[in-house]
């Protein structure tokens, strides 16, 4: 596709029960960012994967958070035993990576997922 | 600890009006600023500076990068209602050699009235 993508775009789940967010990036980008916009907050980082590493994952709120990324293009984003405070839009945003040199490279969002915990 | 700021928080302007939008950052080592627009759900890209004093522009916004006063102004002239939006600024530190996290300001919120 054109764009960064992302499934569901929106969830509503009970308290307690697990989530499985998904973001399928643009081809060919290689690093690829999970964030999330609690209400009347900025985006706040979670996780960063280059290819299908994450060298970091200082942003995850709780070990009920975890990600993973295969084949170097789709990833999910799961919270286990989800929480009202868990509410929030899940962003997913991906960069192409110019390794010479360690260029920036714009990074591009998706259309998020609304998560509400009930 | 890195961090972002912006002003003001929200902003209520009439078509046409010229706006000036502020982000202010603290970061151990700085690659980059970027704006973003975000209207519903997804940002979208505006600018992205490293350089300072090098105005960007596209239609009627501009940005400019202070690294000296670590600021950076986006400016909308001849408002219109569809520039109504949050403006995300986001900062990108250097960590060894490869893009990172961006750290981004909670936004100011435009509203323009027609």
């Known amino acids: 596709g054109a764009g960064v993508s992302q499934s569901p775009s929106n969830k509503v789940t009970e308290k307690g029960k697990d989530v499985e967010l998904r973001c399928d990036p643009i081809?060919?980008?290689?690093?690829l960012y999970w964030y999330r916009q609690s209400l009347g907050q900025g985006l706040e980082f979670l996780i960063y994967?280059?290819?299908?590493?994450?060298?970091?994952k200082s942003g995850l709120p709780s070990d009920r958070f975890s990600a993973e990324r295969t084949g170097g293009s789709v990833s999910t984003l799961t919270i286990q035993r989800t929480q009202q405070e868990d509410s929030a839009v899940y962003l997913c945003?991906?960069?192409?990576?110019?390794?010479?040199?360690?260029?920036?490279?714009?990074?591009?969002f998706g259309p998020g997922t609304r998560l509400t915990v009930l | 600890e890195d961090k972002v700021v912006q002003s003001p928080l929200s902003l209520v302007v009439h078509e046409g009006d010229t706006v000036t939008l502020n982000c202010s950052y603290e970061?151990?080592?700085?690659?980059?600023l970027l704006w973003y627009k975000q209207e519903k759900k997804a940002p979208t890209f505006l600018f992205m500076l490293?350089?300072?004093?090098i105005e960007k522009k596209s239609g009627r916004l501009s940005s400019i990068l202070d690294k000296k006063e670590l600021s950076s102004i986006l400016n909308i002239t001849a408002t219109q209602t569809g520039d109504s939006a949050i403006y995300l600024c986001?900062?990108?530190?250097?960590?060894?050699?490869?893009?990172?996290?961006?750290?981004f300001g909670t936004g100011t919120l435009l509203a323009v009235q027609p």
């Open positions: 986001a900062v990108e530190p250097r960590y060894g050699g490869a893009t990172n996290k961006l750290i």
């Open positions: 945003a991906s960069s192409l990576i110019i390794l010479a040199g360690g260029s920036t490279d714009t990074q591009y």
């Open positions: 081809s060919g980008h290689t690093a």
């Open positions: 490293t350089s300072s004093g």
């Open positions: 994967f280059q290819g299908n590493s994450a060298p970091d």
């Open positions: 970061v151990t080592n700085f690659r980059s």
